[in-house]
Structure formats: C-alpha cells, structure tokens
C-alpha cells in the first residue's frame, strides 16, 4: 500500500515538477557514475604505487619435471606473450633438455621475431671457432654453440636434428648446448623460462607471462614468486567506504535541496493524509519510501551504465593489469551512498514533518 501510494506520488509530482525531478536524478545518477570513476582512479594510483616497491628486473616460470612441456608448444604461445612486453624486454632465457643434453637459448624479441641476445653474447668468449649471430637465429639455423668443451666442425644429433658445432667455451666444468631458439627440437622438453627487463616489470607484466603460459600448459606451470596484490590489498574497504560517503554526501544534500523544493509544494497533500488519519510516522515515511526509489532506480541505471559501458574504456586508461572493480566493491559502494541517501533525507523529512496537522493545514490554505 504505502509502495503504490509512493509511486503515484512520484508520477503525480514528475507532471507538476518535472525539471526538478530530471535534474535530482541526473544528479544522483551522476553521483554514482562519479564514485565508481573516482574508485577506479583511487585504486590504479594505489596499484602503480605500490609496483614502485618491486625491485627484481626478472620475472619466470618452471615447467613440470614429471609432465612433458614440449618446446614446441612454448615456442609457438612465446610471440603472443612478447609482443606485450617487446618495448621493455631485453631478453628472454628458455632452459630445455632432451635426454642427457641440456640446452640453452637466450633471445631477443622484436619486430615479430626472434633473434640473438647481445647482452649475452657479448659477455662470451669463444676459445675456439665462433660465437652463434643474428643470422642463425632468424634463419633456424641448425648450429649450436658449447657452454663446455666440444670439437668444432663437428655434428651432434639433438632429437634427430643434426647440429654443427660452431664454437666452444672451453670450460670443462661446464657442459651445456646453446641453440637458437628457431632450430631447438620441437621435442625438447622445457624446464624454465626467464624474462629480463630494462626497466622494472609491472603487475600486468607478470600476468601477461602467467595467463599466457596457463593457457598453454595449464597446472604444469609455477610462477615464480612475484608481488600481484589483489583488490582488498590495493585499497582497504574503509577507503571505500569513505570515499562513497564523501560523494553521497554531496549527492545527499543537493537530494535534500532538490526534493525539499518539491515536499515544500505538497502541504496540502500531506494535511489530507493527516486528516483521513495518516500519522505523523506514515506519511514521512511514504515520502522517504518516494526518494529511496528514485534513487535506487538511478544507482541501478548508474550501475548497469558503467558496468557495461564505461568499466573496460576506464580501465584501459588506467593501465593497470589488476582487476580493479569487484562485485565485493560495487556492493560497498552502492550500501554506502544509500545508506548516506538514508540518513540525510531522513533527517530532513523529520524537520520538515515536525510541524502539528492544524499548523499544516492552515500554512497548507495559505499556500
């Protein structure tokens, strides 16, 4: 009953006030669109603040030493994964072994392809033939280049594929085979992969690794240890409380203000209900019954707006790689700005509804 008399209040007051009744609900749609932006805003300075604490240029992953991760798969998800970061990497490292060798590839990556590492390169010293180049690695040459002591000229078969040997080290203590990562055996089975950076990684660095090989390799891949927080650890739920109640606060009064106006204009209305027996408590109740549902109906227009219009754009501009709206947070968010609706409304109606039924009716004839 006090629902369907709230709602023909409204239609009856939308005719008689309509510019008011648009411009407190632009407002407070407008107030809701406001604190899920300022959130977000919040939230990403937070998130990019907090990346400053990072200090590792590395970040890498294992593979599975009891399920195959074949270098061919690796080798076909790496492109998609690297042209995200190309603009900051320097180089990536891939460990793999086939049977009893072990094999190493360090590479850059740019302009959609692979090539040799310089950075690496250029700290090694061949004792005898040459170190590989640029060229081998864009064209998969099959040559491979010892971390140890070999016979240069040589050729050693690495999972069927005949490799020339074009250069040792000349250390004994080590035995290892470099290969370009174009030419490593598609059967070759991955044990680790390392990405080194110029610059610090981010958060959206490290989940582009994570997410990209996940998607390839599933559970037989574990991230190295790497700082990602989540939603409740970049912003605290005080913060996002006190940020909704600062905007709803503001939406709040300018309600106070906008619906007062229209209260103001219907005495009359009030002095019959008061007459036909409708008590004090009743009749400020319907009148707050009418501001919850506007503004219950303007935070699900707000929501659904943002939400499916406005969240990716948003997000995009933020450039952060953490997922910064929650359905735990709008839901933080909306009780709080009702709640402030609530309150401030409430008090205002109390005022206005203080005045005795005589008082009413003679200020309502005189109106």
Known sequence: MMIKLAMKNIKNSFQSSRKIYILMMISQLTAVLSIFFAYGIYTSYSAKMQELDIDSYIIGADFSRTEV??????????????????????????????KEQDLVMYNEYYDGKFHLSETIAAKQNSVTGRMLNDEDVVNANQVAYKVGVAKVGQTIDIGGI???VIGDKGDERLDMWWLPITSCPEEAEA?????????LPTQEDYLTLENGLKKEFGNRVTMDEFEVRNEEELISIRSVIMLSLAVGMISALNTCLLYGYIISRRRKQMAVYGIVGASKTLRLAIQQMEIMLISLAMELVGFLLFRFALQDLLVSV??????????????????AYTLCIFLVTYLMLKIMNREKLPDMMRRARND
């Open 69 to 98: 991760c074949e270098m061919g798969s690796l080798r076909e998800c790496l492109p998609e994964i690297l042209d995200k970061m190309e603009n900051k990497m320097d180089y990536v490292f891939v460990g793999a072994n086939f």
């Open 191 to 199: 044990y680790a992969i390392s990405i080194f950076f110029n610059e």
């Open 318 to 335: 933020y450039e952060t790689g953490v997922r910064l709206y929650g359905a735990k947070s709008y839901v933080i968010m909306l009780t």
């Open 162 to 164: 005949k490799f020339e």
